[in-house]
């Protein structure tokens, strides 16, 4: 059996459960830039640089990790949401790339191997973010045709990463944090490459957020006309994450849910944040909220995004344990396109 029915198999018998923020419980660290330099020869500053923990301090990346674990997690992503070419350019760390990737893979897959004494089978997806920049938007109001880069250069920095996040032992690859619907083909073309090269299958979950509460991304899809761009690619799951807390997600989660002819995995915030930008929401109260979105079989897959903690994640393990997976639509054998919104031809 291949990892991928391997993943729909446990998916059809309950619900499962991704992992939460790295991000959040790093800042609870309190680290110091030199925790995040380590002894490596760069020159700018690198406090923030969540990714490079990944060579400089391992130890608290396994920590989170096994946190997560302990937390009823059944999916754990790597700790590489930052971890381009073009992101780490902001830190002069574009070099280390492949290592950082590399290594963060090794981490997740050692504390999932190490959890396997208990029986419990898990996965480890490698997260990839959307980098910094747009394809389908010019950040030049004065030149609408101006792009800071291309298509295959976007691809080429996700190749790069999709190659040593496999290199480290990954499952699945997670283009998650979807803003710009373009920068995500960028990442299904660069996976399907390194698919290709592999010479094996190489899965891919495909997770986007919402701009506001009108339901579309930054490129101006609804979450249906997102679906019909990518849903070539066949990936394993589709779903939303970050943007906003369960309850604001619910009704854009819904409509895809009725559409997406694969497995649904979505992961919100912590709530909203506040006017410090951190967020409040008790992990119960969360796990109220995506309660409701099992009760009305709106998924297969939850976990956190933003601000969500270990405690968050245990509180809606409780809640999933008993609840019904979504179940999947029937294909359609109507031809769908996409401009910004979805269009079905029909016979």
Known sequence: MTVANDFRAAAARRVLVKDGAYGTLIQCEGLKEADYRGDLPLNHDQKGNNDLLNLTRPDIVRKIAKQFVASGADILATNTFNANRIS???????????????????????????????????????????????????????DPGYREVTFEEVKDVYREQIDALVEGGIDFVLIETVFDTLNCKAAIMAALE???????????????????????????????????????????????NCSFGAAQLRPHLAALARHAETLVMAYPNAGL?????????AAEETAVQVREWL????????????????????????????AAPRKIPAPSNHTMLSGLEPMTLAA
């Not at 944040?273 to 929401?281: K, M, Q, R, T």
């Open 88 to 142: 780490q350019a902001d830190y002069g760390a574009e070099s280390l790339v492949p290592d950082i990737n590399r290594a963060a893979a090794q981490i997740i897959r050692k504390v999932v191997e190490e959890a396997a004494a208990d029986g419990k089978k898990r996965w480890v997806a490698g997260a990839i973010g959307p980098t910094n920049k747009t394809l389908s938007l010019s950040p030049d109001v004065n």
């Open 295 to 322: 009760d009305d079989g709106l998924v297969n897959i939850v976990g956190g995004c933003c601000g969500t903690t270990p405690a968050h994640i245990a509180a809606i393990a409780k809640v999933a344990a008993d």
């Open 273 to 281: 944040p506040n006017e410090l930008g951190c967020y409040d929401e």
């Open 194 to 240: 390194a698919e290709a090269a592999l010479g094996r299958e190489l899965p891919i979950m495909i997770s986007m957020t919402l701009t506001d509460l009108s339901g579309r991304n930054l490129s101006g899809h609804t979450v249906e006309g997102f679906w019909a761009s990518v849903r070539h690619a066949r990936p394993l799951t589709i779903g939303l």
